[in-house]
C-alpha cells in the first residue's frame, strides 16, 4: 500500500538535496527532522548554517518555496534546536 508520508519525506528530502550543494559551500547543511502531522516540515541546521543571519531566508525563499511546488499540501517550514 502506498504512503502518503513516504511521498512527502521523499520529495522534502529531494528539495533539501536541491539546495544541499549550497549549504555545503556556505559550510552549512540541513536534515529533516520530521514532518508533522498537520503538515509542517522541521529541519535541522547543521554547520555554519545553525547561526547564520540569513538561516531564515534560506528556509522561507529555499526550502519552502522549493516545496511548495513539489507539495503544495505543505505549510512551513521551521527550524529547531537539537
Not at 502506498?2 to 521523499?10: A, G, H, I, N, V
Not at 547543521?46 to 503544495?72: H, Q, R, Y
Request: charged letters at 25%; proline letters at 4%; a negative charge.
Amino acid at each position: 500500500m502506498f504512503d502518503m508520508m513516504d511521498d512527502l519525506t521523499t520529495k522534502v528530502n529531494a528539495a533539501i538535496e536541491g539546495l544541499r550543494p549550497y549549504l555545503i559551500s556556505d559550510g552549512g547543511d540541513m536534515e529533516l527532522v520530521e514532518i508533522t502531522t498537520e503538515k509542517l516540515v522541521r529541519v535541522k541546521l547543521i554547520g555554519a548554517c545553525k547561526n547564520c543571519s540569513m538561516s531564515p531566508m534560506t528556509l522561507k525563499a529555499g526550502l519552502e518555496e522549493a516545496l511548495k511546488n513539489v507539495a503544495p499540501e505543505i505549510i512551513g517550514v521551521e527550524a529547531i534546536e537539537s
